[in-house]
């Protein structure tokens, strides 16, 4: 698909547009408002791709976390490698770099605040508005790093009428949680609001050590991956005048689970081989391996926003936000223990194997600050301001790795009295000016027009402690580097009819350069990568049919990318044949993205909706090149061969879901609504060399709901199941010494949820 190929689709759009005539009766598809442009606009008149929950949308699918809303919308796929760092990719953009001195390429924002660490991003969406997925390069209005796209969590304000919630839910594996929430007038103009969330359940994931007691004789393993999470906000809203409006919020979250742990996958490799010694059925049931250590994942969250709104003028406003916000994430992730080592050598199916952990500790801090200034007419409506934000973070990650061989022999993971390992000191400082305006040329036709100059710089200090296995991790040095970058948007809209709204558009994202986290030698540590860039050329149509039963928005897009941050195996330009080769982030690739995605809503009858979504990518690395000081491993598998045509991470070539819900009123005055959720994805690849044993494969899973509210309307009861269909299914993986390292989905899971309001 190239652009040309773009202008055949909109020529089919508008030629459809013709055929049928669009009436403009109210239907039963409610209208949705976003504030995708920093402006309340219908979802069905912004020039944006843009996929929305309303928080009673979301409660009605049972969506408690952003792995749900990655489900359910157009090219969002997620990884988790590791319980609190989350991956996010979008149309096959993302990022899996976690150290101190890179950034994500998917960013989330709560009202309107860049979360930046992609520990930050992991916790439970409660007490929301709505939550808005803005596909492609956000490079304008957005700002920094949002090359991918953006995550925006719209919380609700403190109401002035007495509003209370509690929501119960119990289920099979031990599940418990509870969420509420209380919000009214507190004095004259001075509303607030407390919201609570707790989650509790055990681990789907057992291991099998216990049927080798002679290697484990006092261990009881705990399940693995279960979820163990709080969180707490708190918000006050005071209107002093009819111009001023004071918006204050805290919050709080923990989160502790066990893990990482994976199954391995074959057919071959030394973890797979390894375990598949203990049980040729290895593998056959997904949520069994054989750990000893299960290891841990905490992470704690706290953060204030200060937001004031003024109206300058009746046709001038002034925002001025401020936030800060704390994140501290700690992991230990034993690869595997002497013990259980020793039971996968012991019977001589394998060589070697590892021996040791990777643990880490993150720890940031990050001061956001915007100024901005709107207003505007009948004819025009302008945006302006100045971004400014400082983040501190600590990261030291220890690499403790060993090898063990037949008979007990092998190399430690430590030299003695020394934790090996590379501690990172990173503070960035970025600031930018931005600005955009929107002119009607007519009342059906505008064009917008926008620009952002941003400005990055990150100095990083790093000591490296040499282990057996890495000998040349052994530096200590600051360095500091800065980058700069415009970044532009060109859209053309035009509202066709009074429900048919078309629009092409230009946009460029960039991301700052940075450097990578664990590195084996100074050169890795000491060596930045540049900044990516990225242009989207996207056309789209929103269009109702049928008195507004019918619901379908069309976007197909192509996005050029350069100077790709790819994490890669590769050995230094100077290194002897056969040097092992180090994993290295650096820009070593561009690429081109293609697709389109369509979105869809359908109301037969007033008590029948139908929904969902379906997503075509075609990617490609166009040109992959190693960077400068270094080359592949020798003969290495793949790495050595040209990547040129590859398709990028987490970029599925189809991906679809599909929801019913049928609602019916009793004659008792209580209502019965019935929904099944049918969610598709493609096999999506997680690393360059498109090795099959490392890829997610293609699954199908159902999910179930029955609601009952009763009579009164204000007590609801809820019967559910995720995954109904029982589908086994990874949510992630990555290769390691010829295996991957999967992490399994969770099994059928269900329950009961009961919702009190006082409504």
Known sequence: MKMRHLFIMLTAVWSTLGMISLANAEGPIEEVIVTAERRAESLQSVAVAVTAFTGEEMDAQGIVDIKGITERTPGFTMGTFNPGQPQFYIRGIGSNEDGA?????????????????????????????????????????????????????????????????????????????????????????????????????????????????????????????????????????????????????????????????????????????????????????????????????????????????????????????????????????????????????????????????????????????????????????????????????????????????????????????????????????????????????????????????????????????????????????????????????????????????????????????????????ELIAITPFDPEEATLYEIGAKTEWFDNRLRLNLAVFQTDYSDLQILQLLVEEDAPFGTGGQLITQNAADADIEGYELEFVIAPTDNLTISGSYTHLDTAFSNFFTPTGFRPPDGGAGTGGDRTGNPLRNAPDKAYNVLVRYHMDLSNGGALTWQADFRHKDIVYQDPDVFEFAAVPEYDVVDLRVSYVWPKGNLETTLWSRNANDESYFLHNWPLQGSGQATPAPPRTYGVTFTWTND
């Open 101 to 521: 001195g890179g950034d994500q390429s998917v960013i989330v924002f709560v009202d309107e605040v860049y979360i930046g660490r992609s520990a930050g991003s992991d916790f439970d969406l409660f007490d929301l508005e709505r939550v808005e997925v803005l596909r492609g390069p956000q490079g304008t209005l957005f700002g920094k790093n949002v090359i991918g796209g953006a995550v925006s969590l719209v919380t609700k304000k403190p109401t002035e009428e007495t509003r209370m919630k509690f929501e119960g839910t119990a289920g099979n594996l031990g599940e418990v949680g509870v969420r509420g929430l209380v919000s009214g007038e507190l004095a004259e103009n001075v509303y607030g609001k407390v919201s609570i969330s707790s989650r509790r359940r055990d681990g789907y994931v057992d291991s099998r050590i216990d049927e080798f007691p002679e290697f484990f004789p006092d261990t009881n393993v705990d399940d693995q991956h279960d979820i163990n999470t709080d969180s707490l906000r708190a918000a006050l809203r005071m209107t002093p005048s009819d111009r001023l409006e004071i918006n204050l919020s805290a919050n709080w979250s923990q989160m502790d689970r066990a893990g990482p742990t994976y199954i391995s996958i074959g057919p071959g490799g030394i973890p797979y081989g390894a375990n598949a010694s203990l049980d040729p059925n290895y593998g056959a049931n997904i949520h069994e391996n054989f750990i000893e250590d299960p290891g841990s994942s905490e992470t704690d969250i706290s953060g204030f926003t200060a937001r004031f709104d003024y109206e300058l003028t009746d046709s001038t406003s002034f925002t001025s936000l401020t936030s800060f916000r704390s994140v501290e994430s700690e992991q230990i992730w034993a690869l595997s223990t002497p013990n259980l080592s020793a039971l996968f050598v012991s019977g001589g199916a394998i060589p070697l194997y590892l021996v040791g952990n990777n643990n880490y500790t993150d720890e940031s801090d990050t001061f956001t600050h915007e100024f901005r200034l709107t207003g505007g007419n009948d004819k025009l409506f302008w945006i302006a301001g100045l971004y400014y934000m400082t983040e501190e973070t600590d990261r030291f990650e220890t690499s403790s790795v060993g090898l063990l061989f037949p008979g007990g022999g092998g190399v430690p993971g430590n030299l003695p009295g020394i934790v090996p390992g590379d501690d990172q000191g990173n503070e960035t400082t970025s600031y930018s000016i931005f600005g955009q305006f929107t002119y009607n040329i007519t009342d059906a036709l505008a064009i917008t027009l926008g620009g952002r100059q941003s400005f990055d710089e990150k100095d990083i200090t790093r000591v490296g402690t040499p282990s057996p296995l890495s000998p040349n991790r052994n530096f200590n040095f600051r360095t500091s580097n800065d980058w700069d970058a415009f970044t532009g948007k060109f859209t053309v809209e035009w509202q066709a009819t009074e429900n048919a709204f078309l629009y092409g558009t230009i946009s460029e994202g960039y991301k700052a350069g940075g450097y990578q986290g664990l590195a084996a030698t």
